[in-house]
């Protein structure tokens, strides 16, 4: 897997593809449309009945995209947000739900969503949605690598959380909050 700044670069040299998608959606009309549409514009979607399955999903394959309806059986989609952002803020997530409210907006960009539709929404503006979303969360993320210090140390636990610790920390043990496994911060 290569870092994050191979990453941002070489998607500025091809610019911003969405290939594969997480559709967190417990309706199995709504998430079969809504896969279609996806899928006919080329990328790949998986489909999360809720947040444990989402959970699961995002850790395991890291999806380009994230689109999450917000009444979910379990926990809210507002719960489910606040955590993949707490896990990679770099993955862009979109709300797509049929409330329509600005309780529900605020509410929803309080937890880290990068933007929010309301169902129903045409195909090509859905596209759009996604295709923009994905090139402002990837552009910003994008700039602040290349702006953060060389006083910081990256590295990536085995289950995929990634850190950023001062060189202060360099050689210390530590527990990821991910998943519970010890590391040593590298150096």
């Known amino acids: 897997m290569p870092v994050n700044g191979d990453r ?8 911003v593809t969405v290939n594969l998608v997480l559709l967190v959606e417990d309706d ?3 998430a079969n449309a809504t896969k279609l549409v996806l899928e006919h514009h080329g990328m790949s979607v998986k489909i999360a009945k809720d947040g444990g399955q989402a959970q699961s999903f995002f850790v395991m394959q890291k999806p380009d995209f994230v689109i999450l309806d917000l009444i979910l059986p379990g926990e ?7 955590r993949l952002k ?4 770099t993955i862009p997530i979109l709300i797509f739900s049929a409330i329509d409210s600005d309780e529900s907006r605020a509410l929803a960009k309080r937890v ?4 929010y539709l309301t169902k129903p929404v045409e195909a090509e503006q859905l596209i759009a949605t996604i295709r923009q979303v994905a090139e402002a969360v990837w552009s910003k993320a994008r700039q602040d690598d290349t702006k953060e210090s060389s006083d910081r140390i990256r590295f990536t636990c085995i289950c995929g959380k990634r850190f950023r610790v001062s060189t202060a ?3 210390r043990s530590m527990i990821c909050p991910q998943c519970g496994e010890p590391m040593t911060v590298p150096g």
């Open 112 to 115: 880290g969503a990068d933007e």
């Open 8 to 15: 941002w670069s070489q998607l500025a040299n091809v610019g």
């Open 28 to 30: 199995a009309d709504s």
């Open 76 to 82: 809210s989609g507002f719960e489910i947000c606040d």
């Open 86 to 89: 707490h896990s990679d803020d």
């Open 169 to 171: 920390h360099k050689g």
